[in-house]
């Protein structure tokens, strides 16, 4: 299995690199938006999940994007074991996200992936 996003331990995700990917990704995948992200997702024939994070300049200096960053991706990796395996995913910070608190972006996060399909159901 590859290694993903770092050596934090992501099992069963690898990054997104490549700027056609995203943009395949923006035109075929769905999606759903809140104040904080937009996440765009579309199923994949292999079993492993592709993860893409965009934070873009209009967040704020780099400090604020990697902080952003940062925290979207911690907010994956804590919930990756929840997540249905063979999904592209890019979640897309906007404007409001770099106000936000953790658990504004999880709750946020949480509620959208289950918008989309793409958490499993949890046993009580």
Do not use: W
Request: glycine letters at 8%.
């Amino acid at each position: 299995m590859k290694q993903g996003l770092g050596g934090r331990g992501l099992k069963f995700t690898v990054s997104i690199k490549k700027n056609h990917e995203f943009r395949h990704l923006y035109a075929k995948g769905k999606s759903t938006v809140s104040p904080y992200t937009a996440i765009y997702c579309k199923k994949r024939r292999k079993r492993e999940n592709h993860l893409g994070l965009t934070v873009g300049v209009k967040i704020g200096n780099a400090v604020t994007r990697n902080r952003v960053r940062r925290r979207l991706k911690e907010i994956y990796r804590t919930n990756e074991s929840r997540m249905l395996p063979g999904y592209d995913i890019v979640i897309v910070a906007r404007a409001r996200a770099a106000g936000a608190t953790y658990r504004e972006l999880e709750r946020d996060f949480l509620f959208r992936a289950k918008k989309l399909g793409l958490m499993t159901e949890e046993t009580p």
